[in-house]
């Protein structure tokens, strides 16, 4: 079975235990996360959190099932690759003196990124955009130094009129159905 | 050399220098235990549950120093080790526990026995691991090991799918270990460690408080050493009896909820209290607030996290206890506290915590006392959870360095069985007793059958009182002497005795405890007596549950308590 890279979208209540629940059930089956970016979704009180792990198609499919069971996530769903629109931020402190702050700030508008902070040794720099773009930047920027880099990690929508966010029905519909009832809707969100 | 996952296992358990494993096999555990045979120097001893091999495998670890190992089959059997790892977590006992796991491809899908044990080991472990193919099982044995024994030692888990046993792989043992994460400081700081110096010497009425720590380090010569210099008393915490001679004149007994009455008043008088390898349990220090309220405190840990846990110190050190006292006891000048000891001595005389009163009543605390003056003070005694626990605290002043066995934070009923088994395994030659209660003697007695089968001569007394004693207590004051769910039943231990084919003694006679406790003595093998004590005995002195340390609840006289006659005894059996 081939790996390949998945980016699984949940909406969860945002209630202590959720995140370790589904992490828990990740490690259990030998996934390593490579990312995963947390915050609120549009919904109050409903918590959009997006993971990229490596594994096998038919395995990723089946643990979203078994987290689809997890009371506290309202809908989980993995994102074909070509659907969606990602991003992702990067923060880089670069090394910049006299001799080489043009040369950063060049790199930097290349990649349209932002020049954030500036010290007589460094320079913060911001780049948003795909994890290739900023594999990219980081690349162009590491002969001058890079000190420190933070990455937020991927989020993802998907494109056009699909949503991966609630439903109406869904969102009240999910958490009571009686058992064996409502079949699960991962993958099929689109 | 291309070698199985199995034999990667037990090549690494060699170089450990593990020579004893306790353990169930099962299915998933199958290949593993294939390749026993070909290693000799690995014992392996079949006991009855795996919350047995846990706490065997704790209890060896405890009087060897060394790490204990206790291996159980996928799904129950990993499940059922939990209490025994949960207990080696919260008195920091370092073990490795080897679990089988189902086939990797089944791993998940609710496969036969499977139960995600990493995952429920999480939170009582220092690190666990999944190992997921034989080529990385070198190294996880070898960082398990490192991990259990080093810093603030502790349990660790290793998940190894049957397929992994099975798994080849080039096999070469990692001389060294670097984990970035996990360097844990052994000297304490030297400005720390006189600034500690100077506490003392401004001091009048110091207490030192020793705990598991000293024990855990072999600090006992360093400890003497210290209390000797500048004439210190010493308290014992639960876990910390037997670090310092119970017989020693300076040695206080224990403080606390159970804790001789002197000891709490001290404590609350006390203006330096030296905390070593204890980590202010709130057993021990009743109230938080109205805790050593004119003390200033040294708080020696290896664990970082311990301090300032509960009791802010005035002088913090993290090291390896016995570096620390190695390094602070020149710093220490010679000193007497003759007021203080002197007031001590007073205390002690006019609230005598744990005199026996005299009557006919064949009382629990005469049973402990008799086995005490009787075994010399010498030997390990185990102790299982409850009302006995307390008063083998309060009344076995052990002399032998590491000789007192209790599981104190956790409390698991059902450990004093199967723990005796461990020490006596660890130390065949020496006597070993094991105090249990009714109660929990019947959770893990099962156990008897492998002390048979491998002649293991422990001495097991339970002390018999019809009721989950401290339970019953509790209910007697706290809850209007409403007795539910406590009267126990017990089966007629002789005969249960003889039926796994061990000496089993009864004694119900305050008259018969001499003569039965030598004739278990004087037997080679193991030996059950069942005591069958005064059943409304409660534990004294007493904190109440919340309450500071200076309202200790003593015993009350005689006359509080209507003395039961001998026909009301035997009918409340």
Same mark, same amino acid.
């Given at each position: ?190 | ?28 555990? *199958? ?49 059922? *080790? ?57 190294? @996880? ?84 050493? *210290? ?141 402990? $006392? ?7 003070? $010498? ?20 002399? @032998? ?27 065949? $030659? ?13 959770? @893990?007695?099962?156990?008897?059958? !492998? ?24 209910? @007697? ?35 018969? !405890? ?24 409660? !534990? ?34």
């Amino acid at each position: 079975m081939k790996a390949t890279r998945h980016t699984i979208v949940a909406l969860v209540e945002n209630k202590p235990g959720v995140l370790n629940r589904i992490v828990s059930k990740w490690r259990q089956r030998g996934f390593n996360i490579e990312s995963l970016a947390v915050g609120h979704s549009e919904v109050p009180g409903l918590s959009r959190m997006t993971f990229v792990l490596g594994g096998p198609a038919s395995d990723v499919e089946q643990v979203t099932k078994q987290l689809y069971k997890v009371v506290d996530i309202v809908k989980i769903s993995d994102l074909p690759e070509d659907e969606i629109v990602t991003r992702e931020l990067a923060l880089m402190k670069v090394n910049a003196s006299d001799q080489n702050r043009g040369a950063i700030i060049e790199i930097v508008d290349i990649f349209h990124g932002e020049i954030v902070d500036a010290s007589p040794e460094t320079v913060v720099v911001e780049i948003t955009g795909t994890e290739d773009k900023i594999d990219a930047a980081f690349e162009m920027l590491r002969p001058h130094g890079i000190r420190e880099m933070a990455r937020t990690g991927r989020v993802a929508v998907t494109r056009g009129h699909a949503i991966s966010a609630v439903e109406e029905e869904g969102a009240a519909g999910h958490r009571y159905r009686p058992a064996g009832q409502g079949k699960p809707r991962v993958g099929s969100l689109l | 050399m291309q070698m199985t996952g199995a034999q990667i296992i037990m090549e690494c358990l060699v170089r450990e220098g593990v020579d004893l494993v306790f353990g169930i096999p099962g299915g998933s555990t *199958l290949p593993f235990y294939d390749t026993f045979q070909h290693y000799p120097q690995v014992r392996h001893i079949l006991v009855k549950h795996e919350q047995s091999a846990a706490h065997a495998a704790d209890a060896y670890a405890r009087v060897t120093g060394k790490v204990g190992v206790c291996c159980a089959t996928s799904g129950p059997g990993a499940t059922n *080790l939990v209490t025994g790892i949960a207990n080696a977590w919260m008195d920091s006992v370092p073990m490795v526990a080897i679990t089988g796991q189902v086939v990797t491809w089944l791993i998940g899908r609710d496969g036969f026995q499977e139960a995600d044990i990493t995952g429920i080991s999480l939170p009582i472990t220092k690190a666990n691991w999944l190992v997921l193919g034989a080529e990385d099982m070198a190294q @996880t044995m070898r960082e398990a090991f490192h991990i259990a024994r080093s810093g603030r030692p502790g349990p660790v888990l290793i998940d190894v799918p049957r397929d992994v046993f099975i798994q080849e792989a080039e096999f070469e043992y990692p001389e060294t270990v670097d984990l970035p994460g996990f360097k844990p400081t052994l000297e304490g700081h030297p400005a720390q460690i006189k600034k500690a110096a100077q506490l003392i010497a401004e001091a009048e009425r110091p207490l030192i408080l020793a705990g598991h720590g000293v024990r855990i380090s072999k600090a006992y010569d360093e400890l003497r050493e *210290l209390a000797e210099t500048a004439q210190i008393p010493v308290i014992t915490t639960l876990l910390g009896i037997s670090s310092f001679p119970g017989s020693h004149p300076l040695c206080m007994g224990m403080p606390g909820m159970h804790g001789m009455y002197w000891n709490n008043i001290a404590i609350n008088e006390a203006d330096l209290l030296i905390a070593l390898g204890m980590r202010f349990d709130d057993r021990v220090t009743g109230a938080l607030k109205e805790f050593a309220p004119h003390a200033r405190v040294i708080h020696v840990d290896i664990d970082p996290a311990e301090i300032g846990k509960n009791v802010r110190p005035t002088v913090p050190i993290v090291g390896d206890l016995k570096r620390v006292l190695a390094a602070l006891n020149p710093h220490v000048k010679a000193k007497s506290h003759d007021p203080w000891l002197a007031h001590l001595r007073q205390l002690r005389e006019e609230h005598p915590s744990i005199d026996i009163p005299e009557n006919d009543d064949l009382l629990p605390q005469y049973v402990i $006392k008799k086995i005490y003056e009787l075994s010399g003070g $010498k030997g390990y005694v185990v102790t299982d959870v409850g009302q006995h626990q307390m008063w083998a605290a309060q009344y076995y002043w052990s002399d @032998t360095p590491n000789g007192f066995i209790s599981p104190g934070g956790l409390g698991p009923m059902g450990f004093g069985v199967p723990a005796a088994m461990g020490v006596q395994f660890a130390h065949p $030659k020496e006597l070993v007793w094991a105090i249990c209660g009714d109660g929990g003697f019947q959770m @893990t007695m099962q156990e008897l059958s !492998v002390m048979v089968e491998h002649e293991i001569p422990v001495k097991i007394a339970i002390v018999n009182n019809s009721y989950l004693g401290m339970v019953r207590q509790w209910q @007697t004051m706290f809850y209007g002497d409403r007795r539910f769910a406590t009267r126990e039943f017990s089966p007629d231990y002789v005969k249960l005795a003889e039926a796994f084919g061990m000496a089993g003694l009864r004694v119900t006679d305050k008259a018969q !405890v001499e003569g039965t406790i030598l004739r278990a003595l004087a037997h080679p093998g193991p030996v059950l007596i069942d005591f069958q004590v005064e059943p409304e005995e409660c !534990v004294y002195p007493m904190v109440p549950p919340g309450a500071a340390l200076s309202q200790t609840l003593e015993r009350p006289q005689p006359a509080a308590r209507p003395a039961a006659s001998r026909e009301e005894v035997t009918a409340r059996r």
